[in-house]
């Protein structure tokens, strides 16, 4: 047993700290902001199987998703639903690619059927477009993004062997301690750093090599809907996007909307407790970004929405860009360990939320 400080309190940072604690360690995690803003309270809450790479990526996501369950059944404020997720199919070869993914030897541990069009209203009775059928997958689920982690550190903190200190900067990392930007020196037997895409901070000499990249998504939330989405939502152009699907039927999928190219967007829609419906996405790798948001790839994924629902959305509310860090690589994250007792981890893209709890362990696990 030991004396683990985490940097970083997003998901990465905060599933680590989970992780270290069950280990039987005590745990002080760092954040440089009050309460953490970054990705991890940015995304959609989707904890998406669906979409993984087959092999290591996929057995990756699935002890993911048995480590949320496990914790959605004790931490209620996590707001954990097991909806599962459709995606739409709107034109004949994007059928065809689902065709071929449900028959793939994995597709049972996926949890994924393919629904005829009467099979996917009756799932999901507010989806009334027109539509040829859709991808069922069982095993996806939806947490709320912004109670995750204050959820999860109340959870922690009532075992008392877990401290947040929110508002510090850490600006030093060395075998065995951390300085932030009091002055302030933590001694640790184990530093975890978990940065997100914050590449030329504190952890920047360690990633400067680092398969890693960056890439920044515009998303909205609209109000309630008024009517409950009984599973998210996806449309055909996540088959372009998620590894799975790049199956030999994919090459004959439609060309994508002018649009969609330009933006990378694909329809990604989970609906929040409260009823609001949280709509992305786009994706942006070259830097610097633009501090504003494009209204072209709102109205197009608004217009998507629409058509899939066959209704009017709810005027949006919110607006806002997330950034998330990237391995480059086929690795599922990047995990570095520049000095005894210092692990780096981030580079989880856009499937942090998801595998977050299972990296986690692993860290823990290889170091133990
Ligand atoms: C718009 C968007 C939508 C997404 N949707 C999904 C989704 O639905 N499902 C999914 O699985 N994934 C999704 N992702 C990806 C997922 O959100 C990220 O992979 C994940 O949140 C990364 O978590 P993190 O803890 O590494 O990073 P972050 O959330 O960025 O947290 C890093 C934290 O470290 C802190 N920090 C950095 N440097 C220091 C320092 N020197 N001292 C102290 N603190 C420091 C930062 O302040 C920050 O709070 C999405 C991402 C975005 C941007």
Partial sequence: MGRVVVVGGGVVGTMHAWAATRAGHDVVQLEADAEPRRASVRNFGLVWVSGRAAGAELD??????????????????????????????????????????????????????????????????????????????????V??????????????????????????????????????????????????????????????????????????????????????????????DSLRYYPAFDLP???????????VSEYRAQLLVAQR???????????????????AVDEAPYAHLLARTESLLGRPVPPVRRRWAGVYSQATDDSTCVRIRPAPGVVVVTGLGGRGMTLSPAVAEQTLDNLS
């Fill in 143 to 236: 947490v709320e993004p912004r109670q995750v982690l204050p959820a999860l550190r109340a959870a922690l903190a009532s075992g008392g062997r877990y401290e947040f200190v929110g508002g510090r900067i850490v600006t030093h990392v060395e075998s065995g301690r951390v300085a932030d930007h009091t002055g302030a020196v933590h001694g640790a037997d184990l530093v975890v750093v978990c940065p997100g895409a914050m590449h030329h901070g504190v952890a920047g000499e360690f990633l400067a090599a680092a398969p890693v990249r960056r890439c920044r998504l515009q998303m909205m939330q609209t109000e309630p809907l008024g009517e409950r989405l009984t599973t998210a939502l996806a449309d055909g």
């Fill in 60 to 141: 990756l996501a699935l002890r993911a998703r048995d480590l949320w369950q496990e914790l959605g059944s004790t931490i209620s404020g996590i707001g954990l639903r097991s909806d599962g997720s459709l995606t739409i199919a709107q034109h004949p070869a994007e059928l065809a690619v689902m065709e071929e993914l449900v028959a793939q030897p994995d597709a049972d541990r996926r949890g994924v059927r393919v629904l005829d069009a009467d099979e996917t209203r009756e799932q999901n009775p507010a989806v009334r477009g027109e539509l040829l059928g859709a991808l069922s997958c069982s095993r996806d689920a």
């Fill in 249 to 259: 039927s994919a090459a004959a999928l439609p060309p994508p909307a002018p649009v």
């Fill in 273 to 291: 407790a409260t009823g609001e419906l949280t709509i992305g996405d786009t994706h942006h790798y070259d830097e610097p970004y633009d501090f």
